[in-house]
């Protein structure tokens, strides 16, 4: 079945970084787009950034623009989160999702457990 593990979360100081990863498996990874998305305490969930099947395309929300990379790793089935530059907001816990296709188009269809975030001096 399909199986993503998200990891990397922590705690770190404000203005620090962390890199967050998601091991794929029950699926061929390279054929589906993939998202990372957050739920911050008492917060709704909030879509951070999706990259498509290949990798070669990306997009941000504005809160993270700037500040987070995604990127993923097909021979690996690994998706990666670079946050660079973390503030108290980004507290929250992090998950990643797969797309119902090879592009992020049509929805979320399979989540991670999610890794905890928290940005605290």
């Known amino acids: 079945q399909v199986l993503l593990v998200e990891s990397g979360g922590g705690l770190v100081q404000p ?21 990372w998305v957050r739920q911050a305490p008492g ?21 993270v623009k700037g500040r987070f990379t995604i990127s993923r790793d097909n021979a690996k089935s690994t998706l990666y989160l670079q946050m660079n530059n973390l503030r108290p907001g980004d507290t929250a816990m992090y998950y990643c999702a ?23 001096s």
Request: aromatic share 10%.
């Open 43 to 63: 917060k709704g969930l909030e879509w951070l950034s999706d990259i498509n099947s290949s990798g070669g395309t990306t997009d941000y929300a504005d809160s």
């Open 15 to 35: 203005g620090g970084s962390l890199r967050l990863s998601c091991a794929a498996s029950g699926f061929t990874f390279s054929s589906y787009a993939m998202n």
């Open 98 to 120: 797969r797309e119902r296709s090879e592009i992020p188009l049509y929805g979320m269809d399979h989540w991670g457990k999610g890794t905890l975030v928290t940005v605290s």
